[in-house]
């Protein structure tokens, strides 16, 4: 039997008297994916306020990598609320914290001590993360990259690089930030073509150290392994290694945020295992709790170590009921089984991607890694010209019937996969079919 059944049309009368309560009542400044209000999850299937079911293409922005309402941390979180739901680790600290930071230590790439500290979004992680760089190195500025998203809080906002929504009306941004180009060599920033390309938008930097800013007055760089809002861009696999070596000459710390690639999302647990580069600092968020609101910060114990007491922290970081979200996700993350189930469905998804390229002139480019698969889509395949207006359509024709997808990139011409690992094959080739249709 289908998992998608529709008894209304979609949005149906129920979302449709929510959507103008919300409108009334809420600001526009949220921005809904779709209208369609939800009632119920479990594993990769949505039910909406109608009584339709829906397949999960989004995962509420790749958050739960263990599925919806997963069993494991919905009892863990019944059990821990009943015990201690708040104690303020700044009040009177709780073995949990204590426990899953000594977990993420060992967890994270590196051989040497670690640390971590726990908050609340991956925004407050980014924030969190570049505080901690600076009081290390005694350094102030920090490198970002082109298309690059790292949230939406001032320093956060002022890192990412997407003007329309997120940066339009909200300045002044924080200063010492610099930013060059990703390794996005669909859309070179230099008109060339990897590998005789040479890497060059990494090279770059020492240019930027000559004409911008001093490499000894850098704290750090922060980099997504993959680029998530920015359109699931894949560098090439040298990108990562040869800015770490970079890095490392300057004694510039590198700070990999894994906030959307991160908990076996890439096939991995993280995505920087698949190129073996060793961050000083790496950040996670969204699947690490199931759906909870919790953040890491993990990075060398000495750099770590630099605030002193009372400058890090915050009144709800490390909640104890999303720290036992997070324990319970960990522990079905340890046999590997989920990151195979990620490669798995990546596999599916390429195969079926790599088709719609074939057949679809609007499908410009097919990317991913893992179960981060995404297309991007073109006017003219030629001129590379984004087809924002056609992604926006394709992604209305999907929840229409059923599937819930959303978009991505500077253009807004991406349409990106952040279905559920526990997605089964079935769902996911009735998904795609979905997909597939809306395409042609
Ligand atoms: C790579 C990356 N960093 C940071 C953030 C910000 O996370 P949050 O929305 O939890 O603040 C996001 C959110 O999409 C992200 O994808």
Redesign the pocket.
């Known amino acids: 039997m289908a998992t998608i059944q529709l008894v209304t049309e979609v949005p149906g009368p129920r979302s449709r008297a929510l959507w103008a309560r919300r409108e009334a009542a809420v600001p526009r400044g949220p921005y809904n994916a779709t209208p369609i209000f939800v009632k119920e999850a479990k594993g990769a299937v949505l039910m909406d306020v109608d009584g339709n079911r829906l397949l999960d293409f989004a995962g509420g922005?790749?958050c739960v990598n263990v599925g919806h309402a997963n069993d494991a941390v919905a009892r863990a979180v019944a059990e821990q609320a009943q015990k201690l739901t708040h104690g303020c680790f700044h009040v009177t600290p709780y073995e949990a914290y204590v426990a899953l930071a000594e977990r993420m230590n060992a967890l994270v790439p590196g051989d040497f001590p670690k640390k971590t500290l726990f908050a609340n979004?991956?925004?407050?992680?980014?924030e969190n993360a570049i505080k901690i760089a600076r009081a290390a190195t005694g350094r102030q500025a920090v490198i970002a990259f082109e298309d690059?998203?790292?949230?939406?809080?001032l320093l956060?906002l002022s890192l990412t690089s997407k003007v329309h929504p997120y940066k339009a009306g909200f300045g002044p941004f924080a200063p010492e930030v610099y930013r060059v180009p990703y390794g996005y060599c669909y859309r070179c920033s230099y008109n060339l073509t990897y590998p005789s390309c040479g890497l060059h938008c990494v090279d770059v930097l020492e240019d930027v150290f000559k004409r911008y800013v001093d490499a000894s007055q850098v704290a750090a760089v922060i980099a997504?392994p993959v680029l998530?809002?920015g359109g699931f861009v894949v560098p090439p696999s040298d990108w990562l290694p040869r800015l770490r070596a970079l890095t490392q000459r300057h004694g510039i710390l590198l700070i990999a945020?894994?906030?959307?690639?991160g908990f076996g999302r890439t096939g991995r647990q993280w995505a920087v295992e698949h190129s073996a580069v060793v961050p000083d600092i790496l950040?996670a968020?969204?699947s690490i709790a199931g759906g909870l609101p919790l953040?890491s910060i993990t990075g060398r114990a000495d750099v770590m170590d630099a605030p002193g007491p009372g400058g890090l922290g915050g009144t709800f970081g490390g909640n104890p009921v999303a720290l036992a979200a997070a324990a319970a996700v960990l522990d079905q993350m340890q046999d590997g089984a989920l990151f195979a189930r990620a490669s798995a469905i990546g596999r599916i998804v390429s195969t079926r991607a790599q088709a719609w390229r074939e057949r679809f002139p609007l499908v410009g480019d097919v990317r991913g890694v893992g179960a981060m698969w995404a297309v991007e889509l073109v006017k003219d395949r030629a001129k590379r010209t984004p087809a924002k207006d056609e992604t926006a359509a394709v992604s209305k024709r999907c929840y229409e019937r059923g599937l819930v997808t959303i978009t991505a990139g500077t253009y807004g011409n991406v349409i990106r996969t952040l279905m559920p690992l526990v997605t089964e094959e079935a769902q996911l080739q009735e998904g795609l079919d979905v997909l597939e249709q809306a395409l042609a």
């Open positions: 922005i790749g979004s991956g925004a407050e992680a980014v690059g998203f790292h949230g939406r809080t956060a997504e998530g809002e945020d894994e906030v959307q690639t950040i968020a969204k953040s």
